[in-house]
């Protein structure tokens, strides 16, 4: 019924063992509906065999990576390697939000056989020097893996797999190969929660400093949507036009935040809109198409989740600085 695909790196069997014991304790499911596969990524942190076969009411699989991928290639050697109707994935340093979590999706993915499900979860933050949970319903369009579930029939018929040259943003280019591969009315929302985000300041969006973060990793912010997009023209998908005018002007917003407000970064920034503005001059017609059918407004969406991720107090930029500096 359900593959569980857990990737891991430098997370031991401390930080492993909250996770299988939130997937051990659950209730009202069948254990042998779900297989959990963790793929390690050519780490030298290996998970002992008498630690996993502690899991006695577990069926776990424990794949090695011949080379460091990054997590999202080690997901998809986990997908390759499995073969249960239904994927979800699950980070090592998260876990299952309640003992009730599966049970209410896998009775809905037996009723319902949705081809892609998404449901809320709950975060753990810092607030106040404290740590503290907040519980946040997710829409559709979140780029993030938590919570989701994807049927594999619907994966391997479009060929969404992860980019084999995204080793960060990889979520965000593979959420955008299955939006815009289901038909708008095919989207799924179940009102439950299913995953606890865990606030572990090691991890790969915690450790720095999020506009620190984006600016290092920013050759992937950059060509994610390009590989994105090469993905919706070749399946004609309905969402290549708006997909690519949101993300050009969501990275033209990048490059106007604090991300790129240091001295040291103006080589940089100035290198990256070049690089911007001759992409968007070759595809000028898709902004023109968007002018004229007065479609701008599907901009907004985008805007504010990038607002609210680089925690910027107002956009510096506009959609008419835009247009002014990119034509």
């Known amino acids: 019924m359900l593959d569980i695909i857990i990737p891991q790196y430098s997370e031991d069997e401390g930080v492993l063992k909250n996770l299988l014991d939130s997937i051990k304790n659950q209730k009202g499911i069948n254990f042998d509906e779900i297989k959990i596969t963790i793929v390690n990524d050519c780490s030298d942190v290996i998970l002992s065999d008498a630690f996993l076969n502690s899991y006695t009411n577990l069926s776990i699989k424990y794949l090695r990576n011949i080379r460091n991928t990054g ?27 309640s003992d009730t979590s599966l049970m209410k999706v896998i009775e809905f993915l037996k009723h319902n056989r949705p081809n892609y499900l998404v449901t809320n979860i709950v975060t753990e933050v810092i607030l106040d020097d404290k740590l503290t949970t907040i519980i946040k319903k997710r829409r559709n369009t979140m780029p993030w893996m938590h919570g989701k579930f994807y049927k594999r029939e619907f994966l391997n018929e479009n060929n969404i797999r992860f980019h084999e040259n995204i080793r960060h943003t990889e979520d965000s280019y593979y959420t955008t190969c299955v939006l815009g591969s289901i038909k708008p009315d095919e989207l799924v929302f ?5 995953v606890l985000w865990k606030m572990n300041k090691n991890s790969i969006t915690r450790k720095y400093d999020v506009s620190d973060y984006t600016f290092n990793t920013f050759e992937y912010v950059f060509n994610t949507p390009f590989y994105a997009y090469d993905f919706l023209v070749a399946h004609n998908s309905y969402l290549r036009f708006s997909y690519y005018v949101s993300s050009m002007f969501g990275l033209y917003m990048l490059l106007n935040s604090n991300v790129f407000n240091k001295k040291d970064r103006i080589t940089q920034k100035n290198d990256y809109e ?13 902004f023109i198409l968007f002018k004229e059918n007065q479609l701008l407004d599907l901009w907004n969406n985008e805007l504010e989740d990038l607002k609210c991720r680089l925690n910027l107090k107002e956009m510096s930029k506009t959609l008419d600085d835009f247009t002014k500096e990119m034509f």
């Open 190 to 194: 179940l009102d439950t929660y299913t």
């Open 71 to 97: 997590p999202g290639l080690a997901r998809q050697y986990g997908v390759d390697n499995t073969n249960e109707e239904y994927i979800t994935f699950i980070d090592s340093d998260d876990e299952l939000s």
């Open 274 to 286: 070049n690089k911007l503005k001759n992409n968007i001059i070759r595809r000028r017609n898709i």
